[in-house]
């Protein structure tokens, strides 16, 4: 090897070698950590990534998922230019077509379903990506549609309603301010946010008390916890508001912050007495004695965190699930203070860095007041209520029954049918709309439903505005041209707008255009941070305190009693107490005996977007539910044998993963794969009435060997 070939197999960026370094990003996973990656690129192409060092999220370090960027961006199934369908729907049979083309159909399809049955009959949709929503948003407000709606609807969004409904503000939970004990509730930080279970680790070196409450033994349990209990899954409020009756009891509730800050505490009061110890023992499965020292460790602390996750509200008894926890910091008084739970609000594209933009305003000016109800209106009016987006999990009802109005279109960017229940019902109605437009990275199943198919690109190949706590913000430049013909989403909403005569000039002038009119009171030069390549640190103004004036409540308080579910006690049965309800998806059955938890994370997986790359795939190779070795024993199941999941609307093939990471009774799977979709077997009627979201983590069901080995 000569001494250039020697650099360039090396990967030695320089003049000599071709090879550049550019700085990009990475948006595999959840918005928190959107890494910043150093891509080496030789003659267009990403030869090698590394995390950017300084970086405020990685600070040089990439997780699993980020080093495997380049296979994902080069995945073969990577949509290459636009198509319009040729065959019957489902079939993949597509021929390639130009942009004008496509843009132009679009707008035709959208806009015949809009003369024939109103802007309403068309849905706009999104998946997990989240770098475009204002922008699909606004869109569908411009058409006229009130019927935006998004991966919220089964992700992050019902932590933010019992936080809002119980303390007026979404709360963090600031653990750098060292509590003196922390219980992560429902919380796996170690896998799945990778920013907090470092400050997990920092807590415990200087000295702090962790206890996790989660139903599967995980990474986050077996490293970090002092104390581990171990519920059974969907039992939290049983157990949270026993714990609520013994801190009462023994005088550990903190009476004078109940008496200036909250609202409903006597009826609170009442009916947490209604819960037993030993009620918690038998329904939950754990001992009395974890019990009584979680209550006297969260009663007798100075500060302490109670800190919940979205592993609360999957649940069809979710959200009261989820208040009945939070409830005991404001029954303790741990809010508003350094090392308890503290107020945040999101900057701009579901972060929080610290200040305010203008993105709601952006959206809500366009709202189509004499629109008829968004979806899931009547169903969920809680939801409805609190959030400017439709509830999804109704859509396919909707779809169905047409009422109260036909939904005969879906404009989609970044969906997949294996987000929601019952998973396969969302390609028969796409099969059965007058029109569907999909634009995705990748060809997945429901693109092959679509009339027309947009080609979309990666992080790597478009520009983005992105914040970070602590008042850092970035705006990407591509690091590599849009592979193949594809564009970057807002590019192609751009030209919808456009083609669809949208009076809408703000939205057709482009992403650049309209972040900057969204960030016109920030101090900030966006065209300087884009220059400079890197994030940069703006002031942040300071934030009036959280208790100088009435909280966001109806009462101005805290909430223990909310008033505002109140509203839909008798029309809908919600409770404005956290009450404890079950949350199963059918009465006790003996045929389904196990329990079914989905959706927990690995670190080589996000929902259904890496199963296909090969790096990350190898990890893990084949779909596998986690089964307990009793059970497994009893089952006489073996490691890797093949199994069926049966629930009471289907059944799925998996390997058996024979592991004490699950509970006996309970067997774990992941979901996201196509070959054994989980959701294909959760019945799509398992939701939680207050948020409308699904029932992901708590379903019957039977396990059993596929075949016995010769
Ligand atoms: N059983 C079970 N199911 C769950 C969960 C669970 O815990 N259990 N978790 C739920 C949660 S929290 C979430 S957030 C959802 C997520 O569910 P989904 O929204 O289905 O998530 P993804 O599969 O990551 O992404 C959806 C699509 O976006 C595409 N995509 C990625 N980047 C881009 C882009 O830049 N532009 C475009 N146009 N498309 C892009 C991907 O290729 C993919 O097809 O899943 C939910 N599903
Ligand atoms: N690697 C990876 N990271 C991810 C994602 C991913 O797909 N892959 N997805 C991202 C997204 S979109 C989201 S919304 C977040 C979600 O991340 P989190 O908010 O952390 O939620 P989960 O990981 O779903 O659940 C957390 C824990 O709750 C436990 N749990 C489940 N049911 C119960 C219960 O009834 N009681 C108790 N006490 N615990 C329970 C689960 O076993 C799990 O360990 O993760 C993000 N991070
Ligand atoms: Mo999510």
Known sequence: MSELEQLVHAKIPGPETGIEVRHTMCDICTPGPQCGVDAYIKDGVVIKVEGTAGFPTNNGALCTKGAANRQYIYRKDRIRTPMRRTGPRGSGKFESISWDEA????????????????????????????????????????????????????????????????????????????????????????????????????????????????????????????????????????????????????????????????????????????????????????????????????????????????????????????????????????????????????????????????????????????????????????????????????????????????????????????????????????????????????WTDFCRYADIVMPACTSFERSEVKCYGGGFVNYTSPAIAPLYESLDDVEIMSRVASALALDDPLLCSGYDTCVKHMFRDVDVDLDAVKAGGVPLKIPCPKTPDYFSAPLDTPSGKIELYSERIAKYEHSHGLNPLPVFVDGYDSPENGELPMTLITGGRIPNAVHSRLHDVPWLRSLRPDPAADLNPEDAKRMEIGQGDEIYLTTRVGRIKVKANVSAISAPGEVNMYHGYSEANVNQIIPRDHLDPYSGFPGFKQVRCRVEKAEVRK
């Open 103 to 442: 843009v132009a159909a679009v707008a035709m399809g959208l806009n015949g379903v809009k003369a024939r049955h109103g802007a309403e009959a068309v849905a706009f949709m999104t998946g997990y990506p989240k770098w475009y929503r204002p922008f699909l948003h606004r869109l569908a407000y411009s058409f006229g549609s009130p019927n935006y709606l998004t991966e919220s609807s089964t992700c992050h969004r019902s932590e933010v309603m019992s936080w809002q409904l119980t303390y007026g503000s979404e709360m963090r939970p600031d653990v750098l301010g060292m509590p003196e004990v922390l219980v992560g509730w429902a919380c796996n930080p170690l896998v799945s946010a990778y920013p907090m279970g470092r400050n997990y680790y920092q807590y415990k070196e200087k000295g702090g008390r962790v206890v996790i409450i989660d139903p599967r033994r995980t990474p986050t349990a077996v490293q970090c916890a002092d104390l581990y209990i171990r519920p059974r899954v969907g039992t939290d409020g049983y157990l949270a508001n026993t714990v609520a009756r013994l801190i009462i009891e023994n005088g550990w509730a903190d009476m004078d912050f109940i008496q200036k800050h909250v609202h409903g505490f006597a009826a609170y009061r009442d009916m947490v007495m209604g819960y037993t110890v030993e009620e918690a023992v038998r329904i939950t499965g754990v001992p009395e004695g974890e019990i009584r020292e979680l209550a006297q460790l969260i009663g007798t602390a100075k500060t302490a965190i109670i800190q919940p996750s979205n592993g609360l509200s999957h649940h069809a008894n979710g959200l009261p699930s989820h208040r009945a926890v939070i409830c005991l910091n404001a029954l303790t008084g741990n809010v508003n203070k350094p090392g308890t739970i503290v107020p945040t609000f999101e900057t701009f594209a579901d972060m929080a860095a610290g200040f305010r933009t203008r993105e709601d305003e952006f959206v809500e000016e366009r709202f189509p007041r004499n629109a008829r109800p968004k979806i899931g209106s009547a169903r969920f009016p809680l939801w409805s209520e609190m959030l400017p987006e439709a509830q999804g999990m109704d859509l396919v009802r909707q779809w169905e029954k047409g009422e109260p109005y036909p939904i005969r279109a879906i404009y989609a960017h970044g969906v997949n049918n294996r987000m929601y229940l019952e998973s396969s019902r969302l390609l028969e109605m796409a099969a059965d709309l007058d029109f569907v437009a999909a634009t995705d990275l990748f």
